[in-house]
């Protein structure tokens, strides 16, 4: 089966860094591109970072220079580290998993397979 389980979210201060793991299972995670998405209240999902099958990486222009994402193979999870986080970080964020060729952003609705999501707060 396949399947997708986010972890790492939480409450942190603003400036604070979370590094969220995306951990697969039911499939080999190193072909497929992995994207990261955040959804907060009112508004609609959003793309985060995506990583490809071959390394290649995107970011939302609001995470640029504050988000990182890389992929251990061995451990089948990849990992979003988030760090200077602001208020507007705020959200659900979650990760999916598909065959596809990454746009810039990365597209919710190229990807099929999701996780059920973790929450990330950012406030004082």
């Known amino acids: 089966q396949v399947q997708l389980v986010e972890s790492g979210g939480g409450l942190v201060q603003p400036g604070g860094s979370l590094r969220l793991s995306c951990a697969a299972s039911?499939?080999?995670?190193?072909?497929?591109?992995i994207g990261w998405f955040r959804q907060a209240p009112g508004k609609d999902r959003e793309g985060v970072s995506c990583?490809?099958?071959?390394?290649?990486?995107v970011f939302a222009d609001s995470v640029k220079g504050r988000f990182t994402i890389s992929r251990d193979n061995g451990l089948n999870t990849v990992y979003l580290q988030m760090n200077s986080l602001k208020p507007e970080d705020t959200a659900v964020y979650y990760c999916?998993?598909?065959?596809?060729?990454?746009?810039?952003?990365?597209?919710?609705?190229?990807?099929?397979?999701w996780g059920q999501g973790t929450q990330v707060t950012v406030s004082s």
């Open positions: 999916a998993t598909d065959r596809v060729v990454v746009r810039n952003p990365c597209a919710p609705a190229d990807f099929g397979v």
């Open positions: 039911g499939f080999t995670s190193a072909y497929y591109t």
């Open positions: 990583i490809t099958s071959d390394g290649s990486t």
